[in-house]
């Protein structure tokens, strides 16, 4: 095994972006038309099916079926498009660039901006106004009492009422089922006829009553589901050979046939040939989207997943590396074809995001094996030439088990498109996942799910963005007796002391982390409460049949039918709210320190006034106060008890499903976004001003490199256990085999400390500067955020700065460089 | 109400006149206003042209065929209070889908708008681009209730100025601004 990496990565060092033109034409004319693309609203799936469920409103049929039905109907009906010269069947929306509007979400949101959204500052989105008056006359009326919303108001209106206060937590069940990894080798090797079949037979050994008659349900919308899916790639099949008659040009003939062989074999069947396992893995992408929102949908592990198609092939030489990476490159921009339907306001939070759905590469095998393959290296190069924003490319290392030339690779890919892939650390990721029961074997089989969470695929319904803690809340109740910024004068679940009744810092930490409870508490009360209403209203049979577990348990992902049922839970704010910490044990409660020392009332009255007339303990706090990210003890100290803290609080509660709660530190956009609505910080930080992203210490701290790393790196991964992200940004260098060495080596070390997750930016303050004042001088900038990568010129301004405000290394030196 | 009233015992024609002349004196008013400082009376006489607009304009009623709905429009500082009761509207002769305005807080509406005060209630009114959202997230609004009707009522309510003809109304936007 393995014999081929030589042979192989030799062939693909004859690929690079200067020569895409000549030797992968056809990706570099798809690359043209991928960013010339302007996002579109598509209404085909709400319309479908709202008109389902008004037809079988009163049936009687159980919910599951209607569902299912509703997703079968869109699927087999639908009309199939090729945007483009893509050698793969299927297409997420009917647009190139598609916004899928799902009403039983958050899709009413756009209702005041159907006559606006087109032309909106913001990331617009066109719609037509056929478009708009259907959704305006057809779709939104049924869902104004139905959206998951609106049923949650009905049993829990005043955490709702708290949800929609947007800076105390969020739950994202309000917008999505997703963010987890469907196990598409299942299809890959049974097709979905087998899959059907299962199905049947599990049905003829029902009995009809009690938990069989819920079992015959789930059967039974799991049948239907996969004839949809079934359907739709006989239509594409159909169509395909519809457009292959008609067409005159021999290349665009030969694919519409191909597509239309393939697509007439597989998802149907198993999989034979790379380029079917290709396309049978993104039909039954399609597929989940036509069921769940598309929000990090994960194809998985990619290398292993399509390796043994990949090889058999090349080896027997039916397929050569031109057309693997042509393949592969399709699948790129297949993943890339959809993007959120967000209103304006949410770009001002989200902005920016694809639909995020990673790709993971590397690590080890279930074995505890080097599982690097030439299909990872082939994925590689595939990311290096396309610098696109979907899929959010993760590589795994394992420093002990994956060689040198893999993590060098990774690097100068790294290094040469200045963003992605994003680094993970197998030892502490696998460590941190057996510790949440996952077996070894399962646990070595991770696949990063959405921007950095955890998760093994097809056996973990990770729900991994459940809820975002806003940790700069917290520490205001914690200041502010309990009150919040937006609930009026009364402490919102407790009054735990105002300032003066503190007279030591432990006393003023059990305040906070009393609030962190209540929060915690009140989050999770309502996350589980839409979990139910999902359980209710949203069965989702389709997605549940690319699962281990549901099919022997005859029980639903979203009713716990998976191996694994757990639920993330991310913050916003941490290296900020850590700072402030500090800098209130150091400032109020620090006897030794002689410099400045005041009461922690006076410093409430400093930071609610945003430090006007107090600049002095500005800077002081911006300057001298310890900060994380640096070895000061009170930072390192204080860091640690906060991860301890989170993980401590979540693990006391269970989800609906009976899973955990797996604590994470990203943010997407968040941390810019509520930073650019949030008042000031005893940290020094000003009102309306991003917080820092992630994991990452705040910026502009004039700390070396290896202090910085070395502070994240001593976090507790166990109590970290849905990841971070931390965001490094360093001076562009060459791409030189030393320099990927120095970077890999770096990284490794980071890793060797504890780090589980890395990502990073190759440029300097003066580009993206440059991109900010000229954005028609960059006009696909590709970044990583907090935990995936966005064309520079789509974020919002706030978020903009704070990537520009990063703190920057030499790579080098690893000296600090100032802005 | 009493503008309704005031049509009983007219014919169906005269009665679509003079709607279509009290929102003509209903678009100055609004010009006149946004182009004013005060806007104290803004929401409402928009709310005014919208429940007359209903009446005489088909396809503007259309969006609220068979739909019933209490919003109420406040302030924290309780110096607005409107409510907006969409149901059948009697015209003597005939019914009709519409929508009566009062200034006075009705109980158990279906959906409660909260803004902070007058300014940012103005603010909203007059961003150009309305976004319950980002009222929210600014704390300048709070909703208690059915957020999708609110939604729905902003779309009518960012319909109106079109209607009335008020084609500078960007215009006057940016004097505000």
Same mark, same amino acid.
Request: hydrophobic letters at 40%.
């Given at each position: 095994?393995?014999?081929?990496?030589?042979?192989?990565?030799?062939?693909?060092?004859?690929?690079?972006?200067?020569?895409?033109?000549?030797?992968?034409?056809?990706?570099?004319?798809?690359?043209?038309?991928?960013?010339?693309?302007?996002?579109?609203?598509?209404?085909?799936?709400?319309?479908?099916?709202?008109?389902?469920?008004?037809?079988?409103?009163?049936?009687?049929?159980?919910?599951?079926?209607?569902?299912?039905?509703?997703?079968?109907?869109?699927?087999?009906?639908?009309?199939?498009?090729?945007?483009?010269?893509?050698?793969?069947?299927?297409?997420?929306?009917?647009?190139?660039?598609?916004?899928? #509007? &799902?009403?039983?979400?958050?899709?009413?949101?756009?209702?005041?901006?159907?006559?606006?959204?087109?032309?909106?500052?913001?990331?617009?989105?066109?719609?037509?106004?056929?478009?708009?008056?259907?959704?305006?006359?057809?779709?939104?009326?049924?869902?104004?009492?139905?959206?998951?919303?609106?049923?949650?108001?009905?049993?829990? +209106?005043?955490?709702?009422?708290?949800?929609?206060?947007?800076?105390?937590?969020?739950?994202?069940? =309000?917008?999505?089922?997703?963010?987890?990894?469907?196990?598409?080798?299942?299809?890959?090797?049974?097709?979905?006829?087998?899959?059907?079949?299962?199905?049947?037979?599990?049905?003829?050994?029902?009995?009809?009553?009690?938990?069989?008659?819920?079992?015959?349900?789930?059967?039974?919308?799991?049948?239907?589901?996969?004839?949809?899916?079934?359907?739709?790639?006989?239509?594409?099949?159909?169509?395909?050979?519809?457009?292959?008659?008609?067409?005159?040009?021999?290349?665009?003939?030969?694919?519409?046939?191909?597509?239309?062989?393939?697509?007439?074999?597989?998802?149907?069947?198993?999989?034979?040939?790379?380029?079917?396992?290709?396309?049978?893995?993104?039909?039954?992408?399609?597929?989940?989207?036509?069921?769940?929102?598309?929000?990090?949908?994960?194809?998985?592990?990619?290398?292993?997943?399509?390796?043994?198609?990949?090889?058999?092939?090349?080896?027997?030489? =039916?397929?050569?590396?031109?057309?693997?990476?042509?393949?592969?490159?399709?699948?790129?921009?297949?993943?890339?074809?959809?993007?959120?339907?967000?209103?304006?306001?949410?770009?001002?939070?989200?902005?920016? =995001?694809?639909?995020?759905?990673?790709?993971?590469?590397?690590?080890?095998?279930?074995?505890?094996?080097?599982?690097?393959?030439?299909?990872?290296?082939?994925?590689?190069?595939?990311?290096?030439?396309?610098?696109?924003?979907?899929?959010?490319?993760?590589?795994?290392?394992?420093?002990?088990?994956? +060689?040198?030339?893999?993590?060098?690779?990774?690097?100068?890919?790294?290094?040469?498109?200045?963003?992605?892939?994003?680094?993970?650390?197998?030892?502490?990721?696998?460590? %941190?996942?057996?510790?949440?029961?996952?077996?070894?074997?399962?646990?070595?089989?991770?696949?990063?799910?959405?921007?950095?969470?955890?998760?093994?695929?097809?056996?973990?319904?990770?729900?991994?963005?459940?809820?975002?803690?806003?940790?700069?809340?917290?520490?205001?109740?914690?200041?502010?007796?309990?009150?919040?910024?937006?609930?009026?004068?009364?402490?919102?679940?407790?009054?735990?002391?105002?300032?003066?009744?503190?007279?030591?810092?432990?006393?003023?930490?059990?305040?906070?982390?009393?609030?962190?409870?209540?929060?915690?508490?009140?989050?999770?009360?309502?996350?589980?409460?839409?979990?139910?209403?999902?359980?209710?209203?949203?069965? %989702?049979?389709?997605?549940?049949?690319?699962?281990?577990?549901?099919?022997?348990?005859?029980?639903?992902?979203?009713?716990?039918?998976?191996?694994?049922?757990?639920?993330?839970?991310?913050?916003?704010?941490?290296?900020?709210?850590?700072?402030?910490?500090?800098?209130?044990?150091?400032?109020?409660?620090?006897?030794?320190?002689?410099?400045?020392?005041?009461? #922690? =009332?006076?410093?409430?009255?400093?930071?609610?006034?945003?430090?006007?007339?107090?600049?002095?303990?500005?800077? &002081?706090?911006?300057?001298?106060?310890?900060? *994380?990210?640096?070895?000061?003890?009170?930072?390192?100290?204080?860091?640690?008890?906060?991860?301890?803290?989170? *993980?401590?609080?979540?693990?006391?509660?269970?989800?609906?499903?009976?899973?955990? *709660?797996?604590?994470?530190?990203?943010?997407?956009?968040?941390?810019?976004?509520?930073?650019?609505?949030?008042?000031?910080?005893?940290?020094?930080?000003?009102?309306?001003?991003?917080?820092?992203?992630?994991?990452?210490?705040?910026?502009?701290?004039?700390?070396?490199?290896? %202090?910085?790393?070395?502070?994240?790196?001593?976090?507790?991964?166990?109590? %970290?256990?849905?990841?971070?992200?931390?965001?490094?940004?360093?001076?562009?260098?060459?791409?030189?085999?030393?320099?990927?060495?120095?970077?890999?080596?770096?990284?490794?070390?980071?890793?060797?400390?504890?780090?589980?997750?890395?990502?990073?930016?190759?440029?300097?303050?003066?580009?993206?500067?440059?991109?900010?004042?000229?954005?028609?001088?960059?006009?696909?900038?590709?970044?990583?955020?907090?935990?995936?990568?966005?064309?520079?010129?789509?974020?919002?301004?706030?978020?903009?700065?704070?990537?520009?405000?990063?703190?920057?290394?030499?790579?080098?030196?690893?000296?600090?460089?100032?802005? | 109400?009493?503008?309704?009233?005031?049509?009983?015992?007219?014919?169906?024609?005269?009665?679509?006149?003079?709607?279509?002349?009290?929102?003509?004196?209903?678009?100055?008013?609004?010009?006149?206003?946004?182009?004013?400082?005060?806007?104290?009376?803004?929401?409402?006489?928009?709310?005014?042209?919208?429940?007359?607009?209903?009446?005489?304009?088909?396809?503007?009623?259309?969006?609220?065929?068979?739909?019933?709905?209490?919003?109420?429009?406040?302030?924290?500082?309780?110096?607005?209070?409107?409510?907006?009761?969409?149901?059948?509207?009697?015209?003597?002769?005939?019914?009709?889908?519409?929508?009566?305005?009062?200034?006075?807080?009705?109980?158990?509406?279906?959906?409660?708008?909260?803004?902070?005060?007058?300014?940012?209630?103005?603010?909203?009114?007059?961003?150009?681009?309305?976004?319950?959202?980002?009222?929210?997230?600014?704390?300048?609004?709070?909703?208690?209730?059915?957020?999708?009707?609110?939604?729905?009522?902003?779309?009518?309510?960012?319909?109106?100025?079109?209607?009335?003809?008020?084609?500078?109304?960007?215009?006057?936007?940016?004097?505000?601004?």
């Amino acid at each position: 095994m393995y014999d081929k990496i030589d042979e192989i990565r030799d062939t693909l060092q004859g690929y690079t972006s200067g020569n895409m033109k000549e030797r992968l034409p056809l990706l570099d004319t798809l690359m043209e038309r991928h960013h010339g693309a302007k996002a579109a609203v598509d209404i085909e799936r709400a319309r479908y099916m709202t008109a389902h469920l008004k037809e079988t409103e009163d049936q009687n049929i159980p919910m599951a079926v209607r569902r299912a039905q509703a997703v079968g109907s869109y699927l087999s009906n639908r009309k199939i498009y090729f945007h483009d010269a893509n050698m793969l069947g299927g297409a997420t929306t009917g647009k190139a660039l598609g916004a899928p #509007l &799902y009403p039983e979400f958050f899709g009413l949101s756009i209702w005041p901006e159907l006559g606006n959204i087109s032309t909106r500052k913001e990331n617009p989105q066109f719609l037509d106004k056929k478009d708009a008056d259907i959704l305006n006359f057809e779709v939104f009326p049924y869902w104004m009492e139905k959206s998951m919303s609106e049923e949650v108001r009905k049993v829990d +209106p005043h955490r709702q009422a708290l949800l929609e206060k947007m800076i105390i937590y969020t739950v994202s069940k =309000a917008a999505t089922i997703s963010h987890t990894t469907p196990c598409y080798e299942l299809v890959l090797q049974k097709g979905i006829n087998g899959i059907l079949e299962e199905a049947t037979q599990k049905l003829a050994e029902m009995g009809g009553d009690g938990e069989d008659g819920e079992k015959t349900v789930f059967y039974h919308s799991v049948r239907i589901a996969m004839e949809g899916i079934l359907d739709y790639a006989a239509n594409i099949a159909r169509e395909a050979t519809r457009k292959a008659e008609g067409e005159a040009d021999p290349d665009r003939k030969k694919n519409f046939q191909r597509i239309a062989d393939i697509c007439e074999r597989v998802p149907a069947n198993p999989a034979e040939t790379f380029h079917e396992a290709v396309n049978s893995l993104w039909i039954c992408q399609v597929a989940v989207f036509a069921e769940n929102s598309n929000m990090a949908i994960n194809p998985g592990r990619l290398d292993q997943i399509l390796y043994p198609y990949f090889i058999r092939e090349y080896e027997s030489g =039916a397929l050569s590396i031109e057309d693997a990476l042509n393949i592969s490159g399709c699948l790129w921009f297949k993943i890339a074809d959809n993007v959120n339907l967000v209103p304006e306001a949410a770009e001002k939070l989200f902005g920016g =995001a694809g639909a995020v759905p990673a790709v993971t590469l590397g690590g080890v095998d279930r074995n505890g094996k080097d599982a690097v393959n030439e299909l990872t290296y082939l994925l590689l190069k595939i990311t290096e030439l396309l610098p696109i924003r979907d899929p959010n490319v993760n590589a795994r290392f394992h420093p002990e088990e994956n +060689p040198v030339e893999y993590r060098n690779e990774v690097s100068r890919v790294i290094l040469t498109n200045k963003a992605i892939p994003a680094f993970f650390n197998d030892v502490e990721n696998i460590k %941190t996942l057996v510790n949440q029961g996952e077996t070894l074997a399962h646990a070595r089989d991770y696949a990063v799910i959405g921007c950095v969470e955890l998760g093994s695929p097809g056996r973990d319904y990770s729900a991994s963005s459940s809820i975002f803690m806003m940790m700069y809340t917290i520490l205001y109740m914690a200041l502010h007796n309990g009150r919040t910024p937006v609930t009026g004068e009364a402490p919102l679940w407790k009054a735990t002391g105002d300032p003066d009744d503190f007279t030591n810092f432990e006393q003023f930490w059990g305040a906070y982390a009393e609030q962190t409870r209540l929060m915690a508490e009140n989050a999770v009360a309502l996350n589980n409460t839409y979990g139910e209403k999902h359980q209710e209203f949203l069965p %989702t049979p389709l997605l549940s049949a690319l699962f281990k577990g549901p099919m022997d348990k005859g029980k639903d992902l979203i009713c716990g039918g998976a191996v694994y049922n757990s639920s993330g839970v991310t913050h916003i704010g941490f290296p900020d709210v850590c700072d402030s910490l500090c800098a209130i044990k150091d400032l109020c409660f620090n006897a030794d320190n002689t410099e400045m020392r005041l009461s #922690l =009332a006076e410093l409430v009255r400093g930071v609610d006034n945003n430090f006007k007339g107090v600049e002095l303990l500005e800077a &002081y706090l911006k300057n001298k106060a310890p900060k *994380y990210g640096s070895d000061h003890p009170v930072a390192v100290d204080i860091s640690r008890r906060l991860i301890a803290l989170g *993980y401590k609080v979540f693990n006391e509660q269970k989800n609906y499903r009976g899973g955990n *709660y797996r604590v994470a530190y990203w943010t997407m956009t968040n941390h810019a976004g509520y930073g650019s609505v949030t008042g000031a910080l005893p940290s020094g930080r000003r009102a309306n001003v991003p917080f820092s992203s992630g994991i990452t210490p705040v910026s502009q701290i004039d700390t070396p490199l290896t %202090t910085s790393l070395d502070a994240v790196a001593a976090l507790n991964s166990e109590q %970290t256990p849905g990841a971070y992200a931390l965001n490094m940004k360093y001076s562009p260098v060459a791409c030189s085999p030393e320099n990927a060495d120095r970077f890999g080596s770096i990284v490794q070390t980071y890793m060797n400390n504890g780090g589980q997750q890395i990502q990073f930016n190759i440029q300097d303050y003066e580009t993206l500067k440059a991109a900010r004042d000229n954005p028609d001088s960059h006009p696909h900038l590709l970044v990583r955020v907090s935990g995936y990568s966005a064309y520079f010129n789509t974020l919002n301004d706030a978020m903009k700065d704070e990537l520009i405000m990063r703190s920057q290394y030499n790579l080098s030196s690893g000296e600090f460089v100032p802005l | 109400m009493e503008f309704l009233k005031s049509l009983e015992g007219h014919s169906k024609e005269l009665q679509q006149t003079l709607i279509k002349n009290k929102l003509k004196a209903l678009k100055t008013d609004i010009e006149n206003e946004v182009a004013g400082e005060a806007l104290d009376k803004l929401l409402f006489l928009l709310l005014k042209a919208m429940g007359l607009l209903f009446l005489v304009n088909r396809e503007y009623r259309k969006n609220i065929k068979d739909f019933t709905a209490t919003y109420v429009i406040c302030s924290r500082d309780k110096k607005i209070d409107v409510s907006a009761i969409f149901k059948k509207i009697d015209l003597v002769v005939t019914q009709k889908d519409g929508m009566e305005v009062k200034d006075v807080i009705v109980e158990n509406p279906t959906t409660t708008v909260t803004f902070k005060d007058g300014k940012a209630m103005t603010k909203f009114l007059l961003s150009g681009n309305p976004d319950v959202i980002a009222g929210m997230l600014d704390n300048q609004l709070s909703v208690s209730g059915n957020l999708n009707y609110l939604f729905k009522f902003v779309y009518l309510l960012w319909l109106i100025p079109e209607l009335l003809g008020i084609n500078d109304f960007k215009e006057l936007l940016g004097h505000q601004a």
